[in-house]
């Protein structure tokens, strides 16, 4: 039986849904260390312009093609593409890559659940500790509870539907979630020697420019903007045909592009407070927000407040990308399985439960099984955000160019009489530079992992 296809209630809901998808732990957490790493200033105007151009145009492209269908990933792309098989797997590849980041990002999503609970109910020094994190999650039976918590807050708003889960949840926690990391940043950027901090944020400085600059910048575009994962597509196929796809992206990209500078203005002059101008501090990686910054938090005055809301907000963060993700897959299965909502949350119930399983349990009873040298929760990371998603964004180029036409959506995009302002800039990186730049992330990825270049 066919199922009745949910809807956003109007451009509110969807911008804030899609911001939500977009704003997770890849502005939060990902952007702000890749932006300290990799120059502070010059990383932040690059990855502006990349949002400009790049993010900018596959926001439209896939929402216009979920609009233009009526369909989630697989669909769209077989009734686009006439049933070609190429352009079906393309297809899967975005329905498949939210099946299988999402039970590794809950696995995360439980880890600041954790820190969040014990920040109610210790001081800010007991967390600061130098085990406090490698124990925890090397605790196999305790990384696993946190984990079903986590995807049991997920889950439970996916069961609710798209109004009345994701839209209301989503115009609930993002509003909150801005004030939480202005109110941070305003205690952060207030320390004494914060402000080289913003200086070196916000300060371009061309000696520190790479070519790794570009390609880390375009692969932090996946991550903060949900390209390539499905999600922009199902969301699109929910959007009414009065809302306007290119106003509509052009907030969700402010918004978007706004938190991750937030939330370096919260991490990046907090550690030039903490390490006194060191520059080697900023260096920490993946461990800044859950090393790190806690050792920064009980250094400072109302250390525990500050703890407090800082992991409220990563944790709003990546609850409402958690939700994108999971409904993704589950239109999927609704659309081309003709499974009821129920049956499709159960079915990513148990998904997410044994992938993230093996995620959660490979830094304790599982640390020495390892695929391709890498713990599970690194393998996952790696094969879709490394390899099927630069895959995934090309198909959908092709998929515009070759079987749509960039014409077609164009029209889609203009409909009831909207303007396509960046109809010339979309056009032109559609056709040529968006497939250039998935290929050059998806080689360097691969180049990287086996050590043959470094990142």
């Known amino acids: 039986m066919k199922q009745k296809r949910g809807s956003f209630s109007g451009k509110i809901g969807f911008v804030l849904s899609a911001a939500g998808a977009s704003v997770g732990l890849g502005n939060i957490w990902r952007f702000p260390y890749l932006c300290a790493k990799y120059g502070g200033g010059i990383f932040l105007v690059v990855y502006i312009i990349l949002a400009l151009t790049f993010g900018y145009t596959m ?16 669909g769209a792309f077989d009734k686009l593409s006439n049933n070609n098989k190429l352009m079906k797997v393309g297809g899967w590849l975005n329905a498949i890559v939210p099946i299988l980041i999402v039970p590794y990002y809950s696995v ?7 820190y969040l609970f014990e920040y109610f109910r210790n001081d800010a020094s007991t967390i600061a500790s130098d085990t406090f994190f490698v124990d925890f999650i090397g605790n196999g039976l305790e990384s696993e509870i946190w984990f079903i918590i986590f995807s049991a807050l997920v889950l439970t708003v996916i069961y609710m539907g798209v109004q009345n889960g994701i839209e209301r949840v989503s115009k609930f926690m993002m509003p909150i979630l801005v004030v939480l990391a202005a109110i941070i940043c305003i205690y952060s950027v207030t320390r004494p020697g914060a402000l080289k901090g913003v200086e070196y944020l916000f300060v371009p400085h061309f000696t520190k420019f790479s070519i790794m600059t570009i390609v880390t910048a375009m692969g932090q575009m996946f991550y903060s903007l949900s390209i390539a994962m499905g999600i922009l597509i199902t969301f699109g196929s929910y959007v009414k045909k009065e809302v306007s796809i290119e106003e509509s992206t052009r907030q969700v990209e402010i918004f978007d592009t706004a938190i991750a500078i937030l939330a370096s203005l919260m991490i990046i002059p907090a550690i030039f407070a903490f390490s006194g101008g060191d520059e080697a501090a900023l260096n920490a990686g993946p461990s800044l927000m859950f090393i790190t910054m806690p050792k920064i938090f009980s250094s400072m005055g109302f250390g525990r407040l500050i703890g407090i809301l800082f992991f409220a907000l990563v944790l709003f963060a990546a609850v409402t990308s958690a939700i994108a993700l999971t409904e993704s897959a589950v239109s999927t299965f609704s659309d081309e399985f003709g499974w009821s909502r129920k049956r499709g949350t159960n079915v990513m119930a148990v998904i997410m439960i044994i992938l993230g399983s093996l995620s959660s349990l490979g830094n304790g009873p599982l640390a020495n099984v390892r695929i391709i040298g890498m713990q599970f929760l690194d393998f996952f990371d790696f094969i879709t955000n490394s390899v099927m998603m630069p895959i995934a964004a090309l198909a959908t180029c092709i998929l515009i160019t070759r079987f749509m036409t960039v014409e077609k959506l164009e029209a889609e995009v203009e409909q009831d009489n909207h303007p396509f302002r960046r109809k010339a800039v979309f056009s032109f990186m559609i056709k040529f530079l968006c497939p250039i730049f998935v290929v050059i992330i998806l080689v360097s990825a691969i180049l990287n992992v086996f050590g043959i270049i470094s990142m």
């Open 59 to 74: 926001i439209v492209a896939e929402t216009a093609i979920g609009r233009s269908t009526n369909k989630s990933p697989v």
């Open 108 to 114: 995360i999503g439980g880890w600041v659940c954790k």
